[in-house]
């Protein structure tokens, strides 16, 4: 960290030198957002995570209930790399540890059903008690309401019609 290197690209491959000594290689990617990871290279604490697998996080989080499980498989499978949603997930097991299984399961619950899949928002969900609120199910749609000085849109597309013939 701090210190010049030099990097050489060919078609194939990116090197990376270090005073003239070759300290990396990795093939190249051309793809957007892809990513070519030497495992040798993560820190330590990201090459634990490794271990981890998508299934072993979904069965952990369907070990608190199943709006958790689901929440979690939501999570990792709106990430290009489920990796990426791993800290997200994990974010969520150490809540698990804070709060009750029940509140976990209502805000898992309320998360997954207005879509709001996110460590993020469960967190502040918990915090503000806001999984113990009610939550329609439906929105009410407004309609115009009926009185007889009230003309609606058929009126209106009646009188365009015979204004345009």
Request: proline share 4%; aromatic share 6%.
């Amino acid at each position: 960290m701090g210190q010049r290197l030099d990097v050489r690209l060919t078609q194939h491959v990116i090197e990376v030198f270090h005073r003239g000594r070759r300290v990396a290689s990795h093939r190249r990617a051309f793809a957007k957002g892809q990513y070519v990871t030497d495992v040798a290279h993560r820190p330590k604490a990201h090459q634990k995570q490794l271990e981890w697998t998508p299934s072993r996080l979904v069965h952990w989080g369907e070990s608190i209930g199943p709006n958790t499980g689901i929440l979690v498989a939501r999570i990792l499978e709106r990430k290009k790399h489920p990796e990426q949603g791993y800290r997200a997930c994990l974010g969520l097991l150490n809540l698990s540890k804070q709060y009750p299984r029940e509140r976990m399961e209502a805000a898992a619950l309320r998360a997954l059903t207005i879509d709001s899949c996110s460590y993020r928002s469960v967190k502040s969900m918990l915090q503000t008690r806001m999984e113990q609120t009610y939550l329609p199910l439906e929105t009410s749609v407004e309609t115009t309401p009926q009185h007889s000085n009230i003309r609606g849109a058929d009126y209106y597309k009646a009188a365009m019609n015979k204004t345009l013939h």
